[in-house]
């Protein structure tokens, strides 16, 4: 009889704790699922917004080098004194096979600048040029626009993907697969509705929630812990988003801070360049977020199954020691993936020899120090949320029951995820 109570009472803490998960994330999904429908850009919109200046198009064919011809010109943006001659560098004529493109085939001469020359330009590269089509004045003209860089690419991305599946083997899949439901709702939902002028706080934040509510469910599965994790996420996004809006706005980022956005102010009248620089906020904490907050939950599990008798204050403080160390090792993360990204900006505030000070709050610096600073204002924040919530939730559930019945670890050993070994009553020998 005491046995059938106790179970009775734990089946109702379980309930309870599902009811309160479902009660936080069910109207969150229904509030993305419905600005998903009310943002989604149609096709005549895109359309619109992608025609660029009135009675031009442009596209980015490929093409392949059939003649270099290198000849001496000045340096760009140098300093010339009155007696000082001309720094000269060299660039180079190139003439190139064009692959795709509506004249495919033709023979088109580019001018290439010497910063790309000199990273070894040779005949039979591929290149991408830029076709300007005037609808009034006929003939289009071409430009060298870059490297392409699809094969190198291509590679890493493989040996990427196949070392992920061997060594995390059916988790890495499914992760990978995550990856790509993440790229298709950036490229077919965020970009075509930030192109048409929506909000970017709302864009941001449908999206953002979109790809966590699928990636972290299919790569970790449907267990509490993985509900616990979401539930932190998605309230990291939120401060991140909150924050961001303030700061966005208190700190005057424009989004005018380098030459692709002024090109994208030209390109169309509709695009909110502030609005741009939010969703890129939003979006810059995901990987972090779902890092810190999976972890965190999952240290709330495996803590209560090694001491079951451990009261909720003694794991969450546990735990919390875990999150301290991982909000260290993020902060340093973060700061170097900048410094390796600006090393090229810290060049030239070394070679110009202006005040550190001037330059961190210029506009192309302070937009990346401010999506910096709140995506990691976010994440920690996130992580003694998602502890208490994943403490709650392991109390009431249990470790052996965070999964769903009969459920198997992603590894493929037909074990119970999250389970413990079976002790007889009492602990005692059987």
């Keep these: 009889m005491h046995s059938h109570g106790h179970g009775e009472l734990a089946g109702g803490r379980r309930r309870r704790a599902v009811v309160l998960l479902t009660a936080i994330l069910a109207p969150l999904a229904v509030l993305t699922l419905v600005g998903l429908l009310l943002l989604w850009p149609g096709g005549e919109q895109v359309s619109d917004a992608s025609s660029g200046t009135a009675g031009r198009t442009l596209s980015h064919p490929e093409a392949?080098?059939?003649?270099?011809?290198?000849?001496?010109?000045?340096?760009?943006?140098?300093?010339?004194?009155?007696?000082a001659g001309p720094r000269m560098v060299?660039?180079?004529?190139?003439?190139?096979?064009?692959?795709?493109?509506?004249?495919?085939?033709?023979?088109?001469?580019?001018?290439?600048?010497?910063?790309?020359?000199?990273?070894?330009?040779?005949?039979?590269?591929?290149?991408k040029v830029v076709r300007v089509f005037n609808h009034q004045t006929g003939p289009a003209m071409y430009a060298f626009y870059d490297y392409a860089r699809t094969v190198p690419i291509g590679i890493l991305a493989a040996v990427f993907a196949l070392l992920v599946i061997a060594v995390a083997r059916m988790r890495g899949l499914k992760a990978l697969i995550g990856l790509g439901f993440a790229y298709l709702v950036i490229v077919k939902f965020m970009l075509p509705a930030l192109l048409v002028g929506e909000s970017g706080l709302l864009v941001g934040l449908v999206g953002a929630s979109a790809i966590?509510?699928?990636?972290?469910?299919?790569?970790?599965?449907?267990?509490?812990?993985?509900?616990?994790?979401?539930a932190g996420t998605l309230f990291g996004l939120l401060a991140t988003a909150g924050l961001g809006l303030w700061a966005a706005s208190a700190a005057h980022l424009t989004g005018l801070g380098d030459s692709d956005g002024i090109s994208l102010a030209v390109y169309s009248g509709q695009i909110d360049l502030s609005g741009i620089v939010l969703c890129g906020i939003i979006?810059?904490?995901?990987?972090?977020?779902?890092?810190?907050?999976?972890?965190?939950?999952?240290?709330?599990?495996?803590?209560?199954?090694?001491?079951?008798?451990?009261?909720?204050?003694?794991?969450?403080?546990?735990?919390?020691?875990?999150?301290?160390?991982?909000?260290?090792?993020?902060?340093?993360?973060?700061?170097?993936?900048?410094?390796?990204?600006?090393?090229?900006?810290?060049?030239?505030?070394?070679?110009?020899?202006?005040?550190?000070?001037?330059?961190?709050?210029?506009a192309q610096i302070a937009e990346e120090i401010v999506r910096t600073l709140v995506a990691s204002i976010g994440l920690v924040l996130a992580i003694p949320l998602t502890t208490g919530v994943a403490v709650a939730v392991v109390k009431a559930v249990g470790g052996a029951r965070a999964s769903a019945p009969g459920s198997r670890d992603d590894d493929g050993d037909g074990r119970v995820a999250g389970a413990v070994p079976a002790e007889p009553v009492g602990g005692q020998p059987g």
């Design 64 to 83: 392949t080098v059939q003649t270099v011809a290198p000849y001496e010109c000045p340096a760009p943006g140098q300093r010339t004194g009155p007696e």
């Design 283 to 362: 979006v810059a904490g995901l990987g972090v977020l779902n890092d810190v907050t999976i972890t965190q939950s999952s240290a709330v599990w495996e803590l209560h199954e090694l001491a079951p008798e451990r009261s909720a204050r003694q794991l969450f403080a546990s735990a919390m020691r875990i999150g301290r160390d991982h909000i260290a090792s993020t902060v340093y993360t973060i700061a170097f993936a900048y410094a390796g990204a600006a090393l090229p900006i810290m060049l030239l505030i070394n070679a110009y020899d202006r005040p550190v000070l001037a330059v961190l709050t210029s």
């Design 212 to 230: 966590m509510f699928v990636v972290l469910y299919l790569a970790h599965g449907f267990s509490a812990r993985t509900t616990t994790a979401l």
């Design 90 to 127: 060299t660039c180079a004529t190139v003439q190139a096979r064009l692959e795709t493109g509506p004249e495919r085939d033709g023979i088109v001469t580019v001018e290439v600048p010497a910063e790309s020359y000199r990273s070894g330009l040779e005949v039979g590269d591929r290149i």
